[in-house]
């Protein structure tokens, strides 16, 4: 590496033997917290018939410590706010709650003490420096700034790292955003994809003028998946002349942890001895062998988390492993998440993710717009999808009735030919029909008719 | 003062003697600063004929400085953006850049390098500190988040003094805002007083709880009159339970730094070996004597503000002094803030403050719900208002014609007998007719109907 290519050169850039050693022993530490502090985690660990004694390896750790499920979260949660049986700290030590974004339900929390702040803010400061963030950058930040983690801490550690930052949000009227980024000339900016794309399509209507034109020439996309599918990458690199780079966070843990470097070959986790990571088989939750291609669900563990500690939480995510070294030198293995386990639809027995479909859909591009909707007859259980499955999706402008019937069948058939299926019945709606997400796209629509 | 009383015993309670003499040290050191850093105010004082050799006293200083206005501010950023020619430091030393609200025409930009930054923090926790916040409450953030000044650094300053914040921000749907307060039980909130009426609203009407059992004891309100007005301060204290302060910030000069103590008789200054403040006539911009009761503009000069600093800014808040030392022994002048220069109108030659019609509307609660509007037939001119004025305001439920044509009858001589004028016409409107705002509330509407 040639100049500071990483914030906190001794601990990220430790070998993975050594770091494996403080592993260990920050993971003995936070089980005797657990087991002593917290409500939830001594009546878990006593049901489950274990003792921190017992873990003396990380198999032993894997073996007989049962997972931490969000379900869990939610339920232990309502015994008492904010943080229920797994309250490890006084209330008086907490200064900071983020409340998860979901609109039907109870929200989660997620709370920290002013250690738990620092150790958020280190982890975000190294994800956008290893993302390509530097002090010369004006940044702005176009994600939501209310709750939820990837706001006012995400604005935070830009400015700490010494960006200028433009702290906008969203949701924030287009119009103004644009005309903020004309004004001020950001080099930077994060974002949803499905944002960085909205944004290049009003740039074209409301400044007419190429994307490209307004300088922004990083993106740090997150929230849902889009900035590593590679068409859609391509697609947005093209048009805005950028360097696309996909991050991702562990909100239950309370940070930003997961950034592509300049490659751009899977996520490096630049929190190693703050975060244990194992990758598990997601119905048995056993570790799966270690190697290039291998997949499973990540399960963490917080090594450094005052309150609420979290041990073994199952994130649900489907990660493709790659245990070769990255050539880019940023030690520890790397992963691609390819879907979420608790997205994923079983439809007559096989497995379908949106994020797959999206990436098929991306690929018709410009011919297709990107938008779409799969939309089920009712709520999956178990992943499992009973009735017919419909796929909505967007086509552009000025095609022909035949274009589209042609787009249509050639789509049906690329579907089918990744996943194995294809949808019973396909709409192709017209352009501006499905509202473009300015948040978190939900591609799943439940429709009884 | 029995406890720590202060976030900064040093500073905020040095004698103001002594504080003058630390005041004219550092204005000397602005303006050889601004004169010789800047090309706005290097041209300026050249325009002017000054130069900071010639400012010997602070006489000099009010005498020969011109002040600066929020027009030029605007204009001089035109000519490039961020500061235009007011840039002082290296764009890469600047950490943040906020833009005004302003949703028509062009928003002004105030930044702020890791100096200034620092500088805003230590205001807004002395700020809240005085206000009575201490690290065992926990704090809802329920102002804007987005760009403007009182958003994220608000949330950050209260983070700091140790009380557990959350940070929701508006707009927030209502629901989900008291969702959270009755999980989280939050003891203090900042917002806006009218968002605190709004909430007290819904409360009763979505949980069906009144809103003192929602144990939120500390009402920070800012961001438009309301909180210092005796009748709806009184009403908003008996309804919730509370303690209300107002609170008010200097956004160009970027910090909120204004605060009631536990005595609510004015604002105090919390910050200032940071500002000079001198209170002027609002035509000719000279000091006025400085004696109980006296009115005038305030105009301050940001004494370290490193990213465009601000000399003589005019605020055009009308405010009255009170020189008489507070009893809660902080050092300093009070004021209050009875209006502002530049929404003043002029009714056939007589000055009319919205906020004193406010005032008058909210002595007739719960008769009227305290919501109305200014309804003018074109934009006023150097305050100047042609053509007749109307006034429309909303009246509560459960009254008889009868009972609402005596309260406009009453309403009309009340104003007569304040304002020494009266509207044209008075429309007295049903009950949800004016929306109540979440933001800033805006009295004046231009119909030229």
């Known amino acids: 590496m040639i100049e500071k290519e990483v914030w906190n050169e001794y601990w990220e850039l430790m070998p993975e033997e050594e770091m494996k050693k403080i592993q260990w022993l920050k993971l003995k530490r936070i089980l005797i917290f657990a087991y002593t502090s917290s409500a939830f985690y001594h009546k878990k660990f006593n049901e489950a018939g274990i003792h921190p004694d017992d873990i003396k390896s990380f ?9 931490t499920t969000k379900a869990e979260l939610r339920s232990m ?27 039907t339900g109870k929200p989660t ?15 975000a400061k190294r994800m956008f420096w290893l993302g390509g963030l530097r002090p010369e950058d004006t940044h702005i930040h176009a994600l939501g700034l209310s ?19 433009v702290p906008v949000g ?11 980024i004309r004004d001020l000339k950001p080099t930077s900016i994060v974002c949803t994809p499905s944002y960085a794309e909205h944004l290049a399509n009003k740039c074209q209507e409301l400044l007419d003028l190429k994307p490209s034109e307004l300088g922004l020439r990083k993106f740090f996309c997150g929230g849902e998946p889009g900035a590593s599918i590679p068409s859609f990458r391509r697609k947005m690199e093209n048009i805005w002349q950028c360097d696309m780079r996909d991050l991702m966070g562990s909100p239950e843990m309370i940070c930003g942890d997961l950034i592509e470097c300049h490659l751009k070959n899977g996520f490096h986790i630049v929190n190693r001895e703050f ?16 190697k290039d291609g291998a997949e499973g669900t990540r399960i963490y563990t917080a090594l450094d988390k005052e309150a609420g500690p979290l041990i073994r939480f199952d994130v649900q995510d489907q990660c493709q492993i790659m245990v070769a070294p990255c050539e880019c030198g940023y030690p520890g293995i790397r992963f691609n998440v390819t ?38 007859q009712e709520k999956p259980e178990l992943f499992t999808v009973t009735g017919p499955v419909k796929l909505k999706v967007e086509h552009a402008d000025g095609l022909t009735d035949n274009d589209v019937k042609n787009i249509k069948k050639e789509l049906v058939n690329s579907i089918r030919r ?19 997400a300015e948040f978190k796209a939900k591609y799943i629509e439940i429709d009884a008719n």
């Open 59 to 67: 198999a032993d750790f894997s073996r007989k410590v049962p997972v």
């Open 77 to 103: 949660q309502a015994e008492g706010y904010p943080l229920g049986s797994n309250m490890t700290v006084s209330r008086t030590e907490i200064v900071w709650i983020t409340a998860s974004t979901g609109t």
């Open 109 to 123: 929390y997620t709370c920290c003490t002013k250690k738990d702040w620092e150790m958020w803010m280190e982890c």
């Open 147 to 165: 709750n939820w983690i990837s706001g006012i801490s995400f604005a935070t550690a830009a400015r700490e790292i010494g960006a200028t930052v």
């Open 170 to 180: 969203v949701p924030t009227p287009v119009d103004r955003m644009l005309m903020l």
């Open 275 to 290: 975060c244990y990571n194992e990758f598990c088989d997601p119905i048995t939750k056993m570790p799966i062998e270690m």
């Open 339 to 376: 879907g979420r386990y608790d997205d994923m639809l079983k439809i007559k027995g096989v497995k379908i993710w949106p994020s797959t479909i999206k990436d098929i859909i991306s690929s018709f591009a410009p011919k297709l717009t990107g938008q779409f909707k799969i939309i089920l």
């Open 418 to 436: 990744s996943c194995l299926w294809a949808p019973e019945n396909v709409i192709m709606s017209p352009p501006g029909s499905i509202p473009p």
